[in-house]
């Protein structure tokens, strides 16, 4: 059972946890057209501060956008609603999952002319993957072709495709799936961006076949800041097995390093030099301990 905070922010107002609800014949329910994100707020020297909110409400926007699905509300009242929800909660640090969808009116598959319902909900919650190393299992399903959706929305019905990859590792001892597209070349995991080094260069797949993430843009960034070249290209299967290292970006994974991929091994089955410098970068970032990004938070006043 996940950890829940008091209240929630559905369509303008805060609402107990356990009364949060919509009816059953919820369009979004049965046909899986909404949007979201997921966001997570860390614990500072100055309080709560909300990672790259701005960025996170603009990707939002665009997804819903991709269905047609129009907000009731401007981006900056989205922002300021985020900023309520993690003020209220009482957390110094958690996760947030802002969900817009189409709600119950009628049915088929064309959702216009349902009413657009908008929640806000955060919570405590701590690594995503709990270890310091994962094995991942390249999925028997591929990623969602580009030309099937708009693969750069955030968008609810997409993660069916991750829920099948997550089933096939039950009752192995996987910790994630990986997925390639139709060419056979990488992608990325059930929900994070896949990043590998080899001599010292750091490798993952360009744009176009995968979310846009918004912890990878900074990963990519922190990485060259540090003075690492970072390359966006095409990956195949046996070059990552070639790699010296391989990690997982996420707003959930965070930073996390992949011990193999399909049994491979990579260097001696820890964290990589060049994986624990980027992991140490990116916590000092969202704690507030880097000066050079504080843009990248939005402090939570208490009052």
């Not at 950890?3 to 329910?29: C, D, R, S």
């Not at 665009?62 to 699905?69: G, H, I, P, R, V």
Request: net charge negative; proline share 4%.
């Amino acid at each position: 059972m996940m950890q829940t905070t008091e209240t929630i922010w559905q369509n303008g107002k805060f609402v107990p946890w356990a009364e949060a609800k919509i009816h059953v014949m919820t369009h979004t329910l049965h046909y899986g057209g909404g949007a979201f994100e997921g966001i997570r707020f860390y614990s500072t020297s100055q309080g709560p501060a909300i990672f790259r909110l701005k960025e996170h409400v603009d990707r939002l926007f665009y997804s819903a956008k991709t269905l047609n699905l129009e907000l009731p509300y401007s981006k900056e009242e989205v922002i300021e609603a985020i900023k309520e929800v993690v003020r209220n909660s009482n957390l110094e640090s958690g996760y947030i999952r802002p969900i817009a969808f189409y709600g119950y009116g009628k049915m088929g598959v064309n959702p216009l002319g349902n009413p657009v319902e908008f929640v806000i909900a955060c919570w405590p919650w701590g690594a995503y993957l709990p270890h310091d190393s994962i094995d991942v299992k390249i999925s028997s399903y591929i990623r969602i072709h580009p030309d099937s959706s708009v693969v750069d929305a955030k968008l609810c019905g997409h993660y069916v495709n991750g829920i099948l990859a997550s089933i096939e590792l039950q009752g192995t001892h996987y910790h994630e799936a990986l997925f390639l597209d139709s060419k056979g070349k990488i992608t990325e995991g059930v929900g994070e961006n896949f990043f590998m080094v080899k001599n010292k260069i750091i490798y993952t797949p360009k744009l176009g076949g995968i979310l846009a993430g918004i912890t990878r843009l900074t990963i990519i960034q922190l990485a060259q800041d540090l003075g690492y070249e970072v390359i966006e290209t095409d990956i195949s299967l046996e070059e990552a097995y070639q790699a010296d290292e391989a990690f997982f970006t996420g707003t959930a994974a965070e930073v996390t390093a992949i011990r193999s991929i399909n049994d491979r091994v990579f260097g001696e089955g820890g964290i990589g030099e060049i994986t624990a410098l980027i992991k140490e970068a990116f916590l000092d970032l969202v704690h507030g301990k880097n000066p050079n990004y504080m843009e990248y938070l939005t402090f939570i006043s208490k009052s």
